[in-house]
């Protein structure tokens, strides 16, 4: 349970809110509960729809909507690489390509060991500075702008090792 | 080159430390905002600077401010952080670099609106940013300058940050709402407007980042001032967000009226190889292609010239194609993007994005046959005028232009095909 071991992070989420809106937590609380298991299980959706007093389903439409939300497990870290315009300019796309070609993985696909997904994402707004992806990780989300294929993968090498973070 | 207003910071060293902003006459303006003038007051100044929203539209700020539903409380203000258009990365930087003249941006406005409570909207790739605005937010309560009592007046203002979660469309404002809401990201049919019934039905502010941070610089040191750059209808600076095929991409704070030609020769190095540029995306993929020809090339960018030129400013997200971009790649590009992003409330938008997508693809592979041009046309075309907001025609524009200025990219696709 979330509420178990976040009493006081729920409390200062709900406490930014009128408290006739609690709805409007919805969207930490499910960041909460993702950062908890990586995605957003039946569980949470239950506990999140009591908690605020509106349906498990009206919160698990949110789960579709928004592209950060996933509702099943994916790799550990999941490596978010822009491909829109602006980047494929600079090389995004090929980029991408290689990256995974070197992971052994189609783009979207999740590396052997669990650890590592890699998936095509639209802009990030950081367009001066591609190749760039974000790693989706049980600490938040970062950035890594500039990239090569042999810095994407010196970073990978160093999660496998278990010396790095998102 | 006009002086920086919003991106101080390349000049002030630190000045995303509290500390280094107050030395530098942070939050004066706010202070005397509370302490020395009324809520009209500021409004009044802001529409005497002509300010115009930077998040796309360009609507006056002060005007919009005016808006609001007299004598109905409470109200709330909203910044617009949600940061998507490909090709657009200036708030980002104000956010990361000068976030507290942002966060005074959003206190002045907030005043202006008589609100005591302000949320600051950020997409939810800005998960770093926002844990450092919570950082900076809890300074600021513990200085004095957000809080309850301010300066010891009867005024409250408590700001909070709120994350999204990967949707572009809830950078429209209502939709923006709704999402804060707790709900879809879907927008609203218009009128009421947010000024009259906004979060939580009730009148709402919603600024642009960039909008927010013109705030503090326009209040210390006049509308006339903020007059001496940009031109006449389109006063003060721009930050222009350059990428695609230059050399040296980046944010450019200049003044409104620069042309195309200084942006992208002068400050962003040409283009890469000697080549030539072919193509101009003025604001991002929502935009009217430009072909970059030496007219072009010589127009000002500002809201007025770039619209009489064919396309427009928006946010000023200046993505540059070269001859060897092909056009029918670029539509492809374009369409996949509005597809993703499209909230699905409205068909023409949901069904025409997808149609588009299964056509520009169909070109790109080199499967099409020549009517699928015209058919590709002809769709975008439908979607035009039926939408709620803008996504709708946003994603028409890039496929309408380039079917219309650059058709042979598109017919020699057809060619390979066959």
């Not at chain 2, 800005?126 to 309850?148: C, I, N, P, T, Y």
């Not at chain 2, 001496?228 to 600076?237: C, D, L, Q, R, V």
């Amino acid at each position: 349970m979330l509420a178990d071991k976040h009493r006081e992070t729920i409390e200062a989420i709900l406490a930014k809110y009128p408290p006739a809106q609690r709805r409007s937590a919805v969207m930490p609380l499910l960041h909460l509960a993702q950062q908890e298991r990586g995605h957003v299980a039946p569980e949470d959706l239950e506990e999140i729809a009591a908690l605020l007093g509106i349906s498990p389903t009206q919160v698990g439409s949110l789960v579709g909507f928004y592209s950060l939300y996933y509702d099943r497990p994916g790799g550990k870290y999941r490596l978010q690489i822009c491909t829109d315009l602006p980047c494929a300019l600079r090389g995004a796309q090929a980029f991408a390509q290689a990256l995974c070609d070197r992971l052994g993985i189609e783009i979207g696909g999740t590396t052997a060991d669990g650890l590592i997904s890699v998936e095509a994402v639209m802009c990030l707004a950081a367009c001066d500075r591609a190749p760039v992806f974000q790693v989706q990780d049980p600490n938040g989300l970062h950035y890594h702008e500039d990239q090569t294929v042999d810095s994407a993968l010196q970073f990978v090498e160093a999660l496998r090792k278990g010396i790095g973070r998102g | 080159m006009a002086e920086h207003v919003v991106l101080r910071h390349r000049e002030i060293p630190g000045l995303e430390r509290l500390e280094v902003y107050l030395e530098h006459g942070g939050f004066e303006a706010w202070r005397r905002a509370v302490t020395k003038t009324t809520p009209q007051e500021v409004i009044e100044e802001v529409k005497a600077s002509g300010l115009r929203g930077r998040g796309g539209a360009g609507f006056p700020t002060g005007v919009k401010w005016s808006f609001l539903t007299p004598n109905v409380f409470p109200r709330y203000v909203v910044a617009n952080a949600d940061e998507s258009e490909p090709g657009t990365f200036k708030d980002r930087e104000i956010l990361e670099r000068n976030p507290f003249q942002f966060l005074e941006g959003v206190a002045i406005c907030a005043y202006a609106a008589q609100a005591e409570v302000a949320y600051v909207y950020l997409r939810g790739e800005f998960w770093d940013v926002a844990q450092e605005m919570d950082g900076h937010l809890a300074s600021l309560r513990e200085r004095g300058l957000l809080g309850k009592g301010l300066f010891g007046t009867d005024y409250n203002l408590a700001v909070h940050t709120h994350l999204g979660a990967g949707a572009y469309i809830c950078g429209e404002e209502t939709a923006l709402l709704e999402s804060l809401e707790g709900k879809l990201g879907q927008p609203r049919l218009r009128p009421p407007f947010p000024a009259a019934e906004g979060l939580y039905g009730k009148p709402t502010v919603i600024n642009n980042v960039e909008t927010l941070a013109n705030l503090p610089p326009i209040l210390a040191r006049g509308a006339a001032w903020y007059r001496t750059m940009g031109t006449e209808k389109s006063p003060g600076t721009k930050v222009f967000s350059l990428s695609g095929k230059v050399v040296r991409p980046g944010n450019y704070e200049l003044a409104l009226g620069t042309t195309f030609r200084e942006l992208i020769f002068s400050h962003g190095g040409g283009i890469p190889d000697g080549r030539k540029a072919k193509g101009i995306l003025p604001a991002g993929a929502s935009s009217v292609i430009l072909p970059a020809d030496e007219r072009i090339l010589d127009t000002p960018m500002d809201y007025e010239a770039v619209q009489a030129a064919g396309s427009a400013l928006g946010s000023a997200s200046v993505i540059v194609l070269d001859e060897t971009t092909d056009l029918a790649w670029v539509a492809m590009k374009t369409s996949r993007f509005f597809k993703h992003e499209s909230c699905g409330k409205c068909t023409p938008c949901r069904e025409g994005t997808y149609w588009m997508l299964h056509l520009a693809e169909r070109v790109e592979r080199g499967e099409a046959r020549l009517e699928d041009i015209d058919l590709l046309d002809t769709v975008a075309r439908q979607i035009q005028g039926k939408c709620l907001c803008a996504l709708g025609e946003f994603s028409t524009m890039p496929v309408v232009s380039a079917i219309a200025s650059f058709r042979a990219d598109f017919a020699s696709r057809v060619a390979d095909g066959r």
